[in-house]
């Protein structure tokens, strides 16, 4: 890469990260509860993104691209945390939540959402895990609101019919809408 094309990217990367970080320390912050690890969560998040920020062809993605980095990686740690054992020599006496149920269900949506296309993942996310209105989601990825409101259908569409999928091949019933 010559030194020219690395400058201008550095500089297009710095513009990206000034004007998105508010956003995506909140995006951190719905990630993990710690406000210091949101923190070196999104920073852990925009070095890795950094380091492929020229293999993002559309850069209206980017921000997809970095939640699911930060996603990748608040994993990571999550795993890393749960291999280690703590031995005690007395049980607690208060019950621990058990998130494992939520955790199993978030793995098997992400996993059914990569049947859909880039542009059905980015309006999924912008939308339902961002709780951004079809305007905003429409003006962050520059397409029309009635692109937004297709797109989501068709994508949601997709996702009940992949994990409906999922759940006959595990023998499973099929999760149910808990709102």
């Known amino acids: 890469m ?10 297009e990367f710095e513009e990206y990260v000034r004007t998105r970080q508010p956003s995506l320390l909140r995006s951190a912050r719905r990630l993990v509860a710690d406000p210091v690890d949101a923190q070196d969560l999104l920073q852990t998040a925009l070095l ?9 062809g559309d850069k209206r993605l980017a921000d997809a691209y970095l939640r699911r980095v930060m996603i990748n990686t608040r994993t990571e740690w999550w795993r890393a945390r ?7 020599g007395q049980l607690p006496d208060v019950p621990v ?9 978030r793995a098997l949506l992400l996993d059914a959402m990569k049947v859909l296309s880039p542009k059905q993942r980015a309006v999924i ?6 709780q951004m209105s079809t305007r ?8 029309e609101t009635g692109t937004v409101k297709s797109t989501l259908h068709r994508a949601l569409v997709r996702l009940r019919e992949e ?10 019933a099929a999760p149910t809408d808990r709102s």
């Open 163 to 172: 994990l409906e999928a999922q759940a006959l091949d595990s023998g499973a």
């Open 125 to 130: 996310v912008l939308r339902h895990w961002e």
């Open 82 to 88: 749960n291999l280690r054992e703590l031995p005690t």
């Open 48 to 56: 890795r993104t950094y380091r492929g920020w020229d293999r993002i």
């Open 97 to 105: 939540e058990d998130s494992t149920e939520q955790h199993a269900d």
């Open 136 to 143: 905003e989601t429409a003006l962050a990825l520059g397409i």
């Open 2 to 11: 010559n030194t020219r094309h690395h400058t201008d990217q550095a500089r």
